[in-house]
């Protein structure tokens, strides 16, 4: 064997043994990473206040204290082991918050087919002249791995929802508050459980009207859930 055919064979060698690395190398590399489920979650706003109403129905003055407020919920759940094929009309959710409860079926939106993977359910009520009243909503959207709800409302009156949290401080001292309690999502076989913060404050505003003074409190509230 001369000198080239000895320096040709060489380089033969190396590119034989540089591509069998790189066989090796990728061989050797990881599976793609499998998606997993988001973490179950819990996030709460609540607001409620007190205002004066002054009505003359009879052409007497009558001042009458009202609560009025607001509410949002935000749920992820997991749903890993759920058969999402399956749902249709009759899936519930079921929400409870420290006493406070809410369900519904995906049957509750009209627009709903088995097959979706959303549904819109709208809460209603009567005002005192019976003409309707949109009061709520509830949103919920799922795949394969979790579904998240977005559940929002008025509170208050007699015509709106009960207030979640925020009525039981109405009558606290002015300044923060803070307290713990229990939360759960159900929906389609899967459920979750939370221990829940609450932190929030307590306002109050002196206001006048007809020349009667009131005291009006107010209380907002942010609420998180860790899971169980």
């Not at 998606?35 to 009879?58: N, Q, Y």
Request: hydrophobic residues 40%; charged residues 20%.
């Amino acid at each position: 064997m001369n000198a080239r055919t000895s320096y040709l064979s060489t380089l033969a060698a190396c590119a034989l043994l540089a591509a069998g690395l790189a066989t090796a190398a990728r061989s050797a590399s990881p599976a793609p990473a499998v998606a997993k489920a988001p973490a179950a979650a819990f996030h709460m706003t609540e607001s409620l206040g007190e205002k004066v109403t002054a009505e003359r129905p009879d052409g007497e003055l009558v001042l009458q204290e009202v609560d009025g407020g607001r509410f949002r919920m935000d749920y992820t759940l997991p749903l890993d082991g759920s058969d999402i094929s399956t749902f249709d009309g009759t899936t519930q959710l079921s929400v409870f918050v420290d006493g406070w409860t809410y369900q519904t079926t995906l049957g509750s939106d009209p627009a709903y087919r088995p097959g979706m993977r959303r549904a819109k359910v709208l809460l209603y009520s009567q005002d005192e002249q019976h003409h309707a009243l949109t009061i709520g909503r509830a949103v919920l959207t799922w795949n394969r791995r979790a579904l998240t709800v977005q559940l929002d409302g008025r509170t208050g009156n007699e015509s709106y929802l009960e207030p979640v949290l925020a009525e039981q401080f109405m009558n606290s001292p002015v300044g923060p508050v803070a307290a713990m309690g229990p939360a759960h999502i159900g929906f389609g076989g899967a459920s979750a459980d939370f221990d829940i913060s609450i932190r929030g404050r307590v306002t109050h505003r002196p206001v006048t009207v007809d020349g009667v003074p009131f005291d009006r409190p107010a209380v907002t509230l942010n609420v998180i859930g860790v899971p169980q």
